[in-house]
């Protein structure tokens, strides 16, 4: 079984460091919730994490194709639940300049089903059974 192993470590009060290979980044909290505004809140690093995983599969099957679109850009919207703390859901929107729509369409539909990210969070539930609505969808 492969597996993925990333590291964080602890900065100072509020800021740690995530290292995956020989990429860091900073996680914090902003400056109204204790922190020092260093860095993305994990919960925002779990979104860009959806997008970046969803964006890298589509190039990827956009090349592979040498589909015309160009452009890619994705808007990840997380609504948070009262409690437990937890997105409830998360829309994924892609915009793209694309001659053929329906291709673009299509490409989604296979980066979607190749994301690591997106397959984990459509099978995650709160302790209460709730499962989080994820919605990926093409722009206008």
Sequence with gaps: M?????????IDTATSEGI?????????RP???GGAD???MGGELLLMALGGCFNSNLLAAIKARD???QDVKIEIVGTLASAPS?????EMTINATAVDRAQLE????????????????RNSAD????ALALTIKVGA
């Design 2 to 10: 492969t597996q993925v192993t990333v590291h964080v470590n602890q």
């Design 20 to 28: 995956a290979r020989n990429h860091k980044v900073f996680i914090d």
């Design 31 to 33: 400056v109204g919730k």
């Design 38 to 40: 260093a860095g993305a």
């Design 67 to 69: 589909a015309d679109i």
């Design 86 to 90: 937890r997105f409830s859901a998360i």
């Design 106 to 121: 299509k490409l989604v539909t296979i980066s979607e089903r190749a994301c690591i990210v997106a397959n984990t969070l």
């Design 127 to 130: 302790s209460q059974g709730n």
